[in-house]
T-cell receptor, first 115, second 113 residues
Framework: DAKTTQPPSMDCAEGRAANLPCNHSTISGNEYVYWYRQIHSQGPQYIIHGLKNNETNEMASLIITEDRKSSTLILPHATLRDTAVYYCIVRGRAYSGAGSYQLTFGKGTKLSVIP | KAGVTQTPRYLIKTRGQQVTLSCSPISGHRSVSWYQQTPGQGLQFLFEYFSETQRNKGNFPGRFSGRQFSNSRSEMNVSTLELGDSALYLC????????????FGNGTRLTVT
C-alpha cells in the first residue's frame, strides 16, 4: 500500500472548518483513500473514503486532487468533540481469494479544536 | 446495527501468563483483523482472518496467535506474556470482495505487570 504524509498537528477554532491535508504521491490507480479518526482510548472510527471523485457524508467531505497525489478531509463546522488523531490511509482492493485487509497506519494528525 | 464488540475491555495479567481476547464482528462481516497499539509503535497489524483461515500475518512473534470461528467471531491469544505486550488490542471487521472500510471495536486494554 502507498505511504501517506500528514502534518503532526493542527489547531482549529470551534465552529470553523477544519481542513486536514494528506500527501499520497505514490498512490496507484486502484488504491482508495480512507480517513479514520481516533479519540483517546477508543478504537479508530471510520470517517470517509474515495477513489478520485469528491465524496461527502454526514461527518465530512473528502477532496482528492485530480492527479490523486493528495487529498483533504474537511470537517465543515468543527466542535470540541472532533478533537482527535486523524489518519489518512491508502489501500487497494482485497478479494476473498487473495490479499487481505491490512491497513498501514502512520502517525496521523492530532487535531485540537479550540473553544 | 451493532458495532464490533471486544471483550474484556480491560485486563491485567502477570508476566509469563497467557491471555485470550475476544471479538464479535459486525453482522455480515466475514473478515476480522487484529491490531496492536502502543504509544511507541502506533497501530501495528497483527493478523487477519477470513472463513476461519489466517490470510495475512504481521511481524509479531509466534506467541501471538488467533483463530476465527464459523460464525466469524474471532479470538486472539498471547502466551508467555512480556511487559512489552502491554497495549491496546483492536479488532476490526469488514465485508469481503469490496473496498468496504474496516470498522474497529474499542479494544481491550491489556496491562502486563
Amino acid at each position: 500500500d502507498a505511504k501517506t504524509t500528514q502534518p503532526p498537528s493542527m489547531d482549529c477554532a470551534e465552529g470553523r472548518a477544519a481542513n486536514l491535508p494528506c500527501n499520497h504521491s505514490t498512490i496507484s490507480g486502484n488504491e482508495y483513500v480512507y480517513w479514520y479518526r481516533q479519540i483517546h482510548s477508543q478504537g479508530p472510527q471510520y470517517i470517509i473514503h474515495g477513489l478520485k471523485n469528491n465524496e461527502t457524508n454526514e461527518m465530512a467531505s473528502l477532496i482528492i486532487t485530480e492527479d490523486r497525489k493528495s487529498s483533504t478531509l474537511i470537517l465543515p463546522h468543527a466542535t470540541l468533540r472532533d478533537t482527535a488523531v486523524y489518519y489518512c490511509i491508502v489501500r487497494g482492493r482485497a478479494y476473498s481469494g487473495a490479499g487481505s485487509y491490512q491497513l498501514t497506519f502512520g502517525k496521523g494528525t492530532k487535531l485540537s479544536v479550540i473553544p | 446495527k451493532a458495532g464490533v464488540t471486544q471483550t474484556p475491555r480491560y485486563l491485567i495479567k502477570t508476566r509469563g501468563q497467557q491471555v485470550t481476547l475476544s471479538c464479535s464482528p459486525i453482522s455480515g462481516h466475514r473478515s476480522v483483523s487484529w491490531y496492536q497499539q502502543t504509544p511507541g509503535q502506533g497501530l501495528q497489524f497483527l493478523f487477519e482472518y477470513f472463513s476461519e483461515t489466517q490470510r495475512n500475518k504481521g511481524n509479531f512473534p509466534g506467541r501471538f496467535s488467533g483463530r476465527q470461528f464459523s460464525n466469524s467471531r474471532s479470538e486472539m491469544n498471547v502466551s508467555t506474556l512480556e511487559l512489552g505486550d502491554s497495549a491496546l488490542y483492536l479488532c476490526a471487521s469488514s465485508f469481503v470482495d469490496s473496498y468496504s472500510p474496516l470498522h474497529f471495536g474499542n479494544g481491550t486494554r491489556l496491562t502486563v505487570t
